[in-house]
């Protein structure tokens, strides 16, 4: 049953010296800067960076400013001017196809806004258009048709060679754009309802003959910004931006029933300059999922996943991940900056994803500031679920996963300590974990690692015997500065 309520969740800096007194010093000054370069040169290459669109990185910050807005919208129009009636019942999808294609030929001016008044607006797919803002008053529900015909096929992304659950197209999400750029989806706490159980009950029943479509996908596009609305009951992921770069998703409410499937709340994949922030997200799998290609087909289209943030951002899925990467990673993933994340009632908070056939690469990964309450495991790395596009994957092509730092976790209710699993054949290496506590009744006290290297300080209860700690100053992981606290 649809519903279409509203809510909005509003939820090393390094300095050193080098001042030799006097001539009688010049050999003890070498020998000690020949030991730093020496320490530093074996350390991980954790960067020192601020993340894109945060002028500074420390405190209560925002990364919004990806999106820079145009021109003003030249000319603001309704629904209703194209013929659009909002009764829940008559369908809209002409209209709103009709809209968008007048209202492109404003673009060159600055563009248009395509207002949706108080009301349910029922719809099959359509596409926007650059320098476009579809915005949703209070009370303004749009509604996804329950006619798969209304959600025409098209062709599979190509770093996953084929649609993602069946072979094959796919089919299109209820709203669509590529090659776009200057797109804004918002409003004054509007929503959109996919009605996804006619979708999910496909899946369960074994009759779904294409892969399913989004609630909102963006392609190969530029400078887009989704806020202020909230988002129900996708048939699949639910905000998708693939190809992407400078994309903004902020003060969301993401809702879909805790059994449905595959209900993702957010997914980058493959995209550059990403800002996820302030939003509240339950559903059926993970809330925010990084992903990047699948097996040959990702490792062959090269697009990765790189300069995003997460923060802010809280929920539940009782099946799967706060934060998940992976495990479509094969075009790489790599600096990631995850902060401010409160879990609850969930598998995981943190899982890093991959398998054999991946090959790829996920690299400079921060995760600081996660609280949790009722989470099996906290954090975990897993492997292997044999899930691949065909035969064809190469089962030498194995990840590379290195620089993972994870500070200022507490998690309560806890069932087991962390899991961490690398993979056969190659080791993670560089997983820096400090200041850490898991507590629950009849908790599995013993961290799980396998085929992982790195150090760890401040954890309850202890870890395990592949993470070190060193009882000196020259570590790599403790003197760390991170500049995200």
């Given at each position: 049953m649809?519903?279409?309520d509203?809510?909005?969740y509003i939820?090393?800096w ?5 001042n030799?007194?006097?001539?009688s ?8 800067a020949?030991?730093?370069?020496t320490?530093?040169?074996a ?9 894109p669109g ?5 405190g ?6 990806l ?6 919208r ?5 629904i ?6 909002g009764?829940g019942i008559?369908?809209n999808t ?8 007048q209202l ?6 600055g563009?248009?806004q395509l ?5 349910r ?9 650059s ?11 749009i ?6 015909q209304?959600?025409p096929l098209?062709?599979?992304l190509?770093?996953?060679g ?18 776009l750029t ?7 706490n509007?929503?959109?309802?996919g009605?996804?159980r006619?979708?999910?009950e496909?899946?369960w029943n074994?009759?779904l003959?294409?892969?399913r479509?989004?609630?909102v996908?963006?392609?190969n596009?530029?400078?887009i ?10 048939p699949f992921?639910t905000?998708h931006?693939?190809y992407?770069?400078?994309v903004?998703i902020?003060?969301m ?12 709340g957010?997914?980058p ?12 997200i339950?559903?059926?799998d993970?809330?925010?999922?990084i992903?990047s ?5 990702g490792?062959?289209t090269?697009r990765p ?5 997460v ?12 934060i ?8 790489g ?8 994340l409160?879990?609850?009632n969930?598998s ?13 690469y996920?690299?400079n990964?921060?995760v600081t500031?996660?609280?949790?309450e009722h989470v ?9 679920a ?5 035969q064809n ?7 590379k996963v290195s620089n ?8 309560e ?8 699993e ?11 974990i400090q200041?850490?506590s898991f507590k ?9 690692c396998?085929?992982?290297k ?11 015997d592949?993470?070190v700690s060193?009882?000196t ?12 606290r």
């Amino acid at each position: 049953m649809s519903t279409c309520d509203m809510a909005v969740y509003i939820r090393p800096w390094v300095q050193f010296f080098k001042n030799p007194w006097r001539s009688s010093w010049a050999v003890l000054c070498i020998a000690l800067a020949l030991l730093v370069l020496t320490w530093t040169h074996a350390m991980p290459a954790w960067p020192i960076r601020f993340m894109p669109g945060s002028s500074e990185v420390a405190g209560p910050s925002s990364c919004s400013d990806l999106y820079q807005p145009g021109r003003p919208r030249k000319v603001v129009s309704s629904i209703k001017e194209f013929g659009g009636v909002g009764d829940g019942i008559t369908s809209n999808t002409e209209a709103f196809r009709k809209a968008v294609k007048q209202l492109s030929k404003h673009g060159a001016d600055g563009g248009a806004q395509l207002n949706v008044p108080s009301g349910r607006w029922l719809t099959g797919s359509f596409n926007l258009t650059s320098h476009f803002t579809l915005f949703l008053e209070e009370g303004a529900c749009i509604l996804g048709s329950q006619d798969p015909q209304d959600w025409p096929l098209i062709e599979p992304l190509p770093s996953y060679g084929r649609g993602r659950e069946r072979l094959g197209p796919r089919h299109i999400s209820l709203i669509h754009g590529n090659g776009l750029t200057d797109v804004v989806i918002t409003g004054n706490n509007g929503s959109i309802d996919g009605q996804g159980r006619m979708w999910w009950e496909l899946w369960w029943n074994r009759t779904l003959n294409y892969t399913r479509g989004h609630l909102v996908e963006i392609m190969n596009s530029n400078n887009i910004l989704i806020s202020n609305l909230t988002f129900i009951n996708s048939p699949f992921w639910t905000i998708h931006p693939v190809y992407c770069s400078n994309v903004v998703i902020k003060n969301m409410t993401i809702r879909a029933r805790l059994n449905s499937p595959n209900t993702d709340g957010i997914d980058p994949d493959s995209s550059t300059n990403v800002c996820i922030e302030d939003c509240y997200i339950e559903s059926g799998d993970d809330l925010v999922a990084i992903k990047s290609g699948w097996d040959q087909y990702g490792i062959k289209t090269a697009r990765p996943s790189s300069n995003i943030t997460v923060q802010r951002i809280s929920g539940t899925t009782p099946t799967c991940s706060g934060i998940g990467i992976g495990s479509e990673m094969s075009g790489g993933v790599s600096n990631i900056l995850i902060r401010d994340l409160h879990v609850y009632n969930s598998s995981s908070a943190l899982r890093v994803k991959s398998d054999r056939g991946r090959g790829g690469y996920i690299t400079n990964v921060t995760v600081t500031n996660i609280t949790m309450e009722h989470v099996k495991i906290p954090i975990r790395f897993s492997r292997g679920a044999n899930d691949h596009p065909d035969q064809n994957f190469d089962p030498k092509a194995l990840p590379k996963v290195s620089n993972i730092y994870i500070s200022n976790v507490v998690g309560e209710g806890v069932k087991r300590a962390p899991v961490l699993e690398g993979i056969d054949g190659t080791v993670y290496e560089g997983i820096c974990i400090q200041n850490v506590s898991f507590k629950g009744d009849k908790m599995k006290e013993k961290w799980q690692c396998e085929l992982v290297k790195g150090e760890v300080y401040d954890a309850f209860p202890n870890p395990c015997d592949q993470l070190v700690s060193r009882n000196t100053s020259f570590s790599w992981c403790r003197n760390r500065q991170f500049l995200g606290r």
